[in-house]
């Protein structure tokens, strides 16, 4: 990337004759690396963000590119989004929402790090069509019914976002989490809270297929069933949360590979 950034700013422009040619953004991809264990996935999250953070470090080290533009253009857990295997068994369930929700938000503080605009990022996710229910491809729905990794998305258009992502997929306690989110439009009073999840029970149609026994071909009543399930969920119905000069506490538990979305109103 830095011999593409030097010819575009130093280089002979051949269509022009002249130096330099304008960059409106910068792209580059990210992946990570995962790999199977003693019989369990592993992400490898730290490739990903290291290949983010060397192409961050690299549009630093040139100044007058501080402002312009970065798009991830291809960012996702590995680098073959038509591949199947032991090692990406992750897709169809939280090991690929939680990893999702981890791996944008660290790489808008690697941003900060580097003083760097992070404009977006991509999924390289496509359509399989003529598959059976979640063959474990990269995609955001399988057979018209939504992924978990998709609800993360519509997550991140409403923040504020907490997740418990671990890089192994394996059984592990619930995180106790204490939130404190100030800045709130009430002064004092009261707001009404919704509390939005991702986990093995909420927002989430394939482990509801799997809890079916994972029907090859769902009758009707279990694909409606599975649209719903689908969909991005409450945890439980809305609430009132108390504010104190514009700051609220919230108290919750969040289970491994977990992603909850919380709306302050």
Request: proline share 6%; charged share 20%.
């Amino acid at each position: 990337m830095a011999a593409f950034i030097e010819h575009s700013l130093r280089g002979t422009n051949h269509a022009t004759a002249r130096t330099g040619t304008p960059l409106d953004f910068i792209a580059f991809h990210a992946k990570g690396a995962p790999t199977t264990v003693d019989g369990h996935v592993r992400m490898g999250i730290a490739t990903h963000l290291r290949t983010i953070d060397a192409g961050f470090a690299t549009v630093a080290s040139y100044p007058e590119l501080r402002k312009t533009p970065i798009v991830i253009g291809e960012s996702d857990p590995e680098g073959c989004a038509a591949c199947q295997g032991p090692q990406l068994a992750y897709r169809s369930g939280t090991m690929y929402s939680s990893y999702t929700a981890a791996s944008f938000a660290l790489a808008h503080d690697l941003a900060d790090r580097h003083g760097v605009d992070l404009e977006g990022a991509v999924t390289w996710a496509f359509e399989f069509e003529d598959q059976p229910y979640f063959p474990g491809f990269r995609a955001l729905a399988s057979s018209g019914l939504d992924l978990p990794v998709l609800n993360v998305f519509r997550m991140f258009s409403r923040m504020v976002m907490v997740w418990h992502y671990h890089d192994d997929d394996v059984p592990g306690p619930e995180a106790a989490v204490t939130l404190d989110v100030s800045g709130l439009p009430v002064t004092d009073g009261a707001m009404r809270l919704s509390h939005y999840r991702i986990d093995e029970t909420h927002s989430n149609a394939y482990a509801a297929w799997r809890r079916m026994g994972s029907p090859l071909a769902p009758n009707r009543d279990q694909y409606t069933q599975l649209e719903a399930e689908g969909r991005l969920s409450l945890l439980e119905p809305p609430s009132e949360v108390a504010v104190a000069g514009g700051m609220s506490t919230v108290k919750f538990a969040l289970p491994r590979q977990a992603v909850s979305l919380l709306v302050f109103e």
